[in-house]
């Protein structure tokens, strides 16, 4: 399954602007609160370094690209409407469409850390709201949702029958939030870290069931934090003090400046690799006068001092260090690095780490080769890997079955 990001936030935080910046896309974006009603999707990449380089190989990608030595992989986005405080009570469009992001591995909130909307959504004067309050808000919200979803209507009648044992406390657990892309290995941790791994869900109490759906959302829907908007007056030093609040990272970008840099790639006025902090003027003569200064703008006051415009720094983020992701390249000649036609590093595949070598090929690969897998070669080492190999970043694995 490819990796998902989903993309929540309050109205008009800028979600959509960040998707269409990702991945290219147009859908609609305006100043009013809840533009966007049902939810749009989009491919972005993930940047990494290929291993191109270290193996000293010229590569000819399928699944992916490489640019100048780095390699995008495609992720799923998915973009909602916006969520407002009291929307588990139906208020503004309610939390039912969240259910959209039930598949997602991991959540962007993204925060106008500006601070100039009000919690609906509305435009208030710059710096007048606390983007602190927006994590507080949402945070509860999604809490909530995840508590609805495990509370259904039946709880009280599905713990009444709940035999006592733990390990079928686990398996019930389990098949009740089959939807949720939720495993068991996680609602044993959940158990564990809000202390009811030795308390029967039947005499939980409203708090134990609250706590409990907190914890299974830290662990199974990580969010990281995007302060958006970074390009405007109030919004450095409103950073600042977010950081000083709240104890978790937070990335800040201007999904504005990251669409108009991709908009300008793709017509070749410019070379702009996303995630670079410069871009090349190669076409500088089809560009009016004000659009040439609105450039130099973005290179003076966001790309140099942030870095980048914050967007793909995100992505890799989101990827990398909230969900634990890595790089594994498949090849079926451990001597050229290539597929069976030739193509060079044709593959990279993103995958949890700690995933071992048999569910990657399961679940990656082809479930019709898993039964027939019988063991792996390193092709950097050319030493065989078997079943339980946990997967490395950057590796470079050819896959034996019985049938070759
Ligand atoms: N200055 C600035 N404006 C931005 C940025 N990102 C988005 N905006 C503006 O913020 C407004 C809302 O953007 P949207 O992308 O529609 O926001 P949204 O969160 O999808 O809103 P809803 O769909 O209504 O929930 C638009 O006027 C965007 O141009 C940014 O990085 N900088
Ligand atoms: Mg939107």
Redesign the pocket.
């Known amino acids: 399954m490819t990796f998902t990001i989903g993309i929540i936030g309050k109205?008009?935080s800028?979600?959509?602007?960040f998707?269409n910046a990702a991945c290219l896309t147009n859908?609609?974006?305006s100043e009013l609160p809840?533009?966007?009603i049902d939810p749009?999707r989009g491919v972005a990449y993930v940047k990494t370094k290929c291993v191109c380089n270290d193996l000293n190989v010229e590569d000819n990608p399928k699944n992916s690209l490489c640019i100048d030595g780095f390699r995008f992989i495609p992720i799923n986005m998915l973009?909602?409407?916006?969520l407002v405080p009291d929307a588990h009570k139906g208020k503004g469009l309610g939390n039912k469409f969240l259910n959209d992001l039930i598949k997602a591995d991991v959540l962007l909130h993204i925060v106008d850390i500006s601070g100039s909307l009000d919690k609906s959504g509305n435009i208030v004067s710059l710096g007048k709201t606390d983007p602190f309050d927006d994590i507080l808000f949402l945070e509860n919200e999604i809490n909530l949702w995840f508590k609805s979803i495990i509370e259904r209507e039946d709880w009280n009648k599905f713990t009444k029958v709940m035999v006592t044992e733990k390990r079928k406390i686990v398996e019930s657990l389990y098949e009740r939030l089959s939807g949720l892309k939720i495993n068991k290995t996680q609602i044993i941790l959940t158990l564990k870290n809000s202390k009811l791994d030795n308390k029967n869900p039947s005499s939980w109490t409203e708090l134990d069931l609250l706590l409990f759906s907190e914890t299974l959302r830290k662990i199974s829907k990580p969010t990281l934090i995007v302060a958006n908007k970074i390009d405007k007056q109030t919004s450095e030093k409103n950073l600042i003090d977010l950081k000083k609040n709240y104890n978790g990272p937070i990335i800040p970008c201007s999904a504005l400046a990251e669409h108009l840099l991709r908009e300008y790639h793709e017509k070749k006025i410019i070379k702009y690799i996303p995630g670079s902090d410069d871009f090349e003027l190669i076409n500088e003569q089809h560009l009016k006068v004000n659009e040439l200064e609105a450039l130099n703008k973005i290179k003076k006051k966001i790309l140099i001092p942030f870095n980048g415009t914050g967007i793909q720094n995100v992505l890799n983020y989101a990827s990398s260090n909230i969900a634990d992701q890595i790089c594994v390249y498949p090849v079926s000649d451990i001597n050229t690095f290539s597929d069976n036609k030739e193509n060079i590093l044709p593959d990279a595949f993103l995958v949890k780490k700690g995933t071992r070598l048999r569910d990657f090929v399961r679940d990656k690969i082809h479930s019709d080769l898993a039964e027939n897998f019988m063991f792996g070669i390193d092709a950097k080492t050319k030493k065989r890997l078997g079943e339980n190999y946990e997967l490395q970043d950057k590796d470079v694995i050819k896959i034996v079955t019985s049938n070759r």
Not at 14 to 17: N, P, S
Not at 79 to 82: C, E, H, P, R, Y
């Open positions: 109205p008009s800028g979600k959509t602007t998707l859908a609609k974006v809840f533009t966007t749009n973009d909602v409407a916006g």
